[in-house]
């Protein structure tokens, strides 16, 4: 994924396995928590270091986690990030277009 996500746009950084604390503050103990030790797939930054969008990429791991799924995604969209998630590596035309959007 790393090397398509390359692929698709090469004039952007991404960056892979992203702490949630690195792109979410908050000073609140009880809030911290709840993003304490969670990690994101891939983050693409603009060339400024914008984050333009994270991307999930779910393996099978994940059937049966939608729920914790979606609570990662509502934090992350909460501090005001795209999230896309995928079950497959997408074509690089995919990519490009789902970000885009």
Do not use: C, W
Not at 1 to 28: C, D, G, K, W
Request: charged content about 25%; glycine content about 2%.
């Amino acid at each position: 994924m790393f090397h398509r996500l390359n692929e698709a746009f090469p004039n952007y950084h991404i960056l892979a396995q992203v702490a949630f604390s690195a792109l979410i503050t908050n000073q609140n103990y009880k809030i911290r928590n709840r993003f304490n030790r969670k990690v994101t797939d891939f983050v693409i930054l603009d060339q400024t270091y914008n984050v333009l969008v994270i991307i999930e990429l779910d393996d099978p791991s994940h059937i049966g986690k939608e729920q914790e799924d979606a609570e990662r995604d509502a934090m992350l969209e909460e501090a005001g990030y795209r999230v896309i998630r995928y079950t497959n590596i997408p074509t690089v035309h995919t990519l490009r277009h789902d970000v885009n959007k």
